[in-house]
């Protein structure tokens, strides 16, 4: 007679029992991992603004005065007063061929040597603009191509929102250097690396022309004394009786922050204090394309004007406007102040600290803590 002999093994009810707990386990377990992702991509993206803040530092021991948040040569006007030429970074040139002498460069050229990348920045042909550099490029010494304003650099994303451009995907809707026109250099290739989430602080007002019908005709403000003057408002204080002056425009000088158009600002020049103004903030980058002056937001670490500078006009994270200080991050934007602390801000912060936090001469105290 034979005897059968039980196998050992899970009966089907003990297998069903066992995936359910193990499902369980993995539904208690993932916001846990993914809250400890987000709190490691949030450090890494805090640790970028602290080197940017002490590439700032290194740059104005050199210089003995910060980079300017942009260098334009050439300027347009319209009816409130002159603003930096749009297409002088944009413009497809020849090689030694600009005549007009455009440049459109941003402050984040000029830190590349104090962030260890200065083979990139020595490749940088700073007779040429932005958009030659960025289709021409330059050969190096074992005969490869380097295109600078092409180039990725990790420091220039946060990496909760993204570690390239993403132009041909998320981020595609973005206004870009070669958005406006074809290039003239033969096997010029798109733009699609060179982006970044960081950007510096201009001060609390308005800080860039606007077209409605056209984003391309869009860049910063860079009025004379005379036009500045034409947007001042003279008024009394009903209460106190003491007059005041104030201004829509960031050039004004309630308003003005570390960064603008050839600006040349020194440490000393920074009066409300290093510790209470912002230097550098994250910046907002928008899927959205439309409506224009809204939404879409321009990309491009090297390109000098809203693609590298934010306005504290609108609260941090409103979606009011493309100009604004914004973050991947739950809840707060992270922001480099002068002094190269990195301070996290509530999404929710008072309106008039905000405004006090962008202005680096205003003369009112920003309450804390904020």
């Not at 002159?82 to 297409?87: D, F, Q, T």
């Not at 490869?144 to 132009?167: G, H, I, K």
């Not at 001060?203 to 001042?232: C, E, K, W």
Request: net charge neutral.
């Amino acid at each position: 007679m034979s005897v059968r002999r039980r196998q050992k093994g899970f009966t089907l009810i003990e297998l069903l029992v066992v995936i359910a707990i193990i499902a369980m386990l993995v539904a208690l377990l993932l916001p846990a991992v993914q809250q400890a992702r987000r709190a490691a991509q949030r450090a890494s993206c805090q640790n970028n603004l602290k080197q940017l803040g002490l590439a700032l530092h290194n740059y104005h021991d050199t210089h003995r005065c910060l980079p300017p948040g942009q260098i334009n040569n050439t300027f347009l006007t319209d009816n409130i007063g002159r603003y930096a030429n749009p297409l002088e970074a944009r413009t497809s040139q020849l090689r030694n061929t600009n005549n007009l002498g455009f440049h459109g460069t941003s402050w984040m050229l000029f830190i590349l040597p104090m962030i260890d990348q200065g083979p990139l920045y020595n490749f940088y042909t700073f007779g040429d603009n932005v958009r030659t550099n960025g289709d021409a490029g330059a050969t190096t010494q074992d005969l490869n191509f380097v295109f600078p304003p092409r180039t990725e650099l990790a420091a220039f994303y946060c990496p909760s929102r993204r570690q390239s451009m993403l132009a041909t995907t998320t981020f595609q809707s973005c206004d870009r250097v070669d958005s406006a026109a074809v290039s003239v250099i033969a096997g010029a290739a798109p733009w699609t690396q060179g982006g970044n989430d960081y950007a510096g602080c201009s001060g609390s007002a308005i800080t860039f022309h606007d077209n409605a019908n056209n984003v391309f005709d869009r860049q910063t403000y860079s009025m004379l004394p005379a036009q500045l003057a034409l947007t001042v408002v003279n008024t009394v204080n009903t209460v106190s009786g003491v007059p005041s002056s104030t201004s829509l425009y960031t050039q004004f000088s309630s308003n003005v922050g570390i960064f603008g158009v050839n600006s040349f600002v020194s440490f000393r020049d920074v009066t409300d204090g290093t510790s209470n103004v912002i230097m550098v903030s994250e910046r907002r980058v928008s899927p959205t394309a439309i409506p224009i002056n809204q939404n879409q937001t321009c990309d491009g670490w090297i390109w000098g004007g809203p693609a590298t500078m934010i306005s504290n006009r609108n609260a941090p994270h409103s979606g009011l406007f493309y100009d604004e200080a914004d973050s991947p991050h739950d809840q707060i934007v992270q922001v480099c102040l002068a002094d190269g602390s990195v301070k996290q801000i509530s999404i929710n912060i008072d309106r008039t600290t905000w405004s006090n936090l962008g202005n680096m001469a205003q003369g009112s105290p920003v309450n804390v803590p904020y």
